[in-house]
T-cell receptor, first 110, second 110 residues
Framework: KAGVTQTPRYLIKTRGQQVTLSCSPI?????VSWYQQTPGQGLQFLFE???????NKGNFPGRFSGRQFSNSRSEMNVSTLELGDSALYLC?????????FGPGTRLLVL | GQNIDQPTEMTATEGAIVQINCTYQ??????LFWYQQHAGEAPTFLSY????GLEEKGRFSSFLSRSKGYSYLLLKELQMKDSASYLC???????????FGKGTRLHILP
């Protein structure tokens, strides 16, 4: 089985812009979670989607949003980018308890 | 509140044994995970404990004590490739979120 894929792998944006990141889960996995990873804060939960519905949400501002499509692929969007949004954004898919992570999208905001 | 504590860094010698501790305080508990993350790569799943006791998987073992809010990951016969960060994560039964610790960076010396 192919693993979790994320696109793009690297992204450079400027403050105030918006960005959309994409995640394709492992075939058959219906749950997709998104995390932000920074050196200072570690892995922080953004949101989780299951069967196109947001099942859970972390403590991030409304600038961070996401959605899931009928084929389980997911996107997350960050609007009005800030310097502090520079991070590795990881997507994970799961079928039961275990999450399998994608390679991540490294976002740099200048 | 929710909190997961693990040491920031540890150093061990090739061929030796190392134990990485993790303590957690969450409003509920529904499983504890250990992940390995090499620099620049995504986390990969190592173990999952939901009941008290020791789970052994090759050179890696994970222990859980729910009454003490405590887990450890034991790595035996250390190899240079074990140099990585090890992340402890807990699924909170209350809100079903997975909360990650900030990770323990393990350095293996020859």
């Amino acid at each position: 089985k192919a693993g979790v894929t994320q696109t793009p792998r690297y992204l450079i944006k400027t403050r105030g812009q918006q960005v959309t990141l994409s995640c394709s889960p492992i075939s058959g996995h219906r749950s997709v979670s998104w995390y932000q990873q920074t050196p200072g804060q570690g892995l922080q939960f953004l949101f989780e989607y299951f069967s196109e519905t947001q099942r859970n949400k972390g403590n991030f501002p409304g600038r961070f949003s996401g959605r899931q499509f009928s084929n389980s692929r997911s996107e997350m969007n960050v609007s009005t980018l800030e310097l502090g949004d520079s991070a590795l954004y990881l997507c994970a898919s799961s079928q039961q308890e275990t999450q399998y992570f994608g390679p991540g999208t490294r976002l740099l905001v200048l | 509140g929710q909190n997961i504590d693990q040491p920031t860094e540890m150093t061990a010698t090739e061929g030796a044994i190392v134990q990485i501790n993790c303590t957690y305080q969450t409003s509920g508990f529904n499983g504890l995970f250990w992940y390995q993350q090499h620099a620049g790569e995504a986390p990969t799943f190592l173990s999952y404990n939901v009941l008290d006791g020791l789970e052994e998987k090759g050179r890696f073992s994970s222990f859980l004590s729910r009454s003490k809010g405590y887990s450890y990951l034991l790595l035996k016969e250390l190899q240079m490739k074990d140099s990585a960060s090890y992340l402890c994560a807990v699924r909170d039964e209350g809100d079903d979120k997975i909360i990650f610790g900030k990770g323990t960076r393990l350095h293996i010396l020859p």
